[in-house]
T-cell receptor, first 110, second 115 residues
Framework: EAQVTQNPRYLITVTGKKLTVTCSQNMNHEYMSWYRQDPGLGLRQIYYSMNVEVTDKGDVPEGYKVSRKEKRNFPLILESPSPNQTSLYFC?????????FGPGTRLTVT | QKEVEQDPGPLSVPEGAIVSLNCTYSNSAFQYFMWYRQYSRKGPELLMYTYSSGNKEDGRFTAQVDKSSKYISLFIRDSQPSDSATYLCAMSAMNSGGSNYKLTFGKGTLLTVNP
């Protein structure tokens, strides 16, 4: 089954404690991206990757890092999380024009 | 002016009603238009995908694009309680590199279909 998986699905952490949210896709897509979704603000792109070792900033990259060492994986790294990064995060994997979203990771930073 | 405007609703209709959801946009370079459905606590899933202007029909769903008015619509016929979800419009343009991966989303419209 074609899918995008994310882990963990839920995470509560404290300010400043580094964390990584993993994302994996089994569709051999080159393009992957990370979004955050906040009430009243909608989906906003954090980072994207066109291929292995090729990443670039989206609309709201501050406070986040990504890496793309393998085609299937695209982890999101928060080096020093802050409360304003409390949000619902989605990883997506794409063919041209069609994005497939993961189930989401709900992150709370206290 | 925001690139993509979508009325957040909420929209509440009785079962069997025809639902009309709309988005307007300002970027005339947008050529690819999508509608996503997002159930509570789930990721968005692609519902309809349209290139340029015109209509596209898939079962009870019809997507319309009017590029001259910069206006897109999603119609749901014979709406069902299972259609209750947030509907997101999304758009993209072909970039200088020849790809159209970058999507710009509307904020979503919350739809409830009451039995």
């Amino acid at each position: 089954e074609a899918q995008v998986t994310q882990n963990p699905r839920y995470l509560i952490t404290v300010t400043g404690k580094k964390l990584t949210v993993t994302c994996s896709q089994n569709m051999n897509h080159e393009y992957m991206s990370w979004y955050r979704q906040d009430p009243g603000l909608g989906l906003r792109q954090i980072y994207y990757s066109m291929n292995v070792e090729v990443t670039d900033k989206g609309d709201v990259p501050e406070g986040y890092k990504v890496s793309r060492k393998e085609k299937r994986n695209f982890p999101l790294i928060l080096e020093s999380p802050s409360p304003n990064q409390t949000s619902l995060y989605f990883c997506a994997s794409s063919t041209p024009g069609e994005q497939y979203f993961g189930p989401g990771t709900r992150l709370t930073v206290t | 002016q925001k690139e993509v405007e979508q009325d957040p609703g909420p929209l509440s209709v009785p079962e069997g009603a025809i639902v009309s959801l709309n988005c307007t946009y300002s970027n005339s370079a947008f050529q690819y238009f999508m509608w996503y459905r997002q159930y509570s606590r789930k990721g968005p899933e692609l519902l309809m995908y349209t290139y340029s202007s015109g209509n596209k029909e898939d079962g009870r769903f019809t997507a319309q694009v009017d590029k001259s008015s910069k206006y897109i619509s999603l119609f749901i016929r014979d709406s069902q309680p299972s259609d209750s979800a947030t509907y997101l419009c999304a758009m993209s343009a072909m970039n200088s590199g020849g790809s159209n991966y970058k999507l710009t989303f509307g904020k979503g419209t919350l739809l409830t279909v009451n039995p």
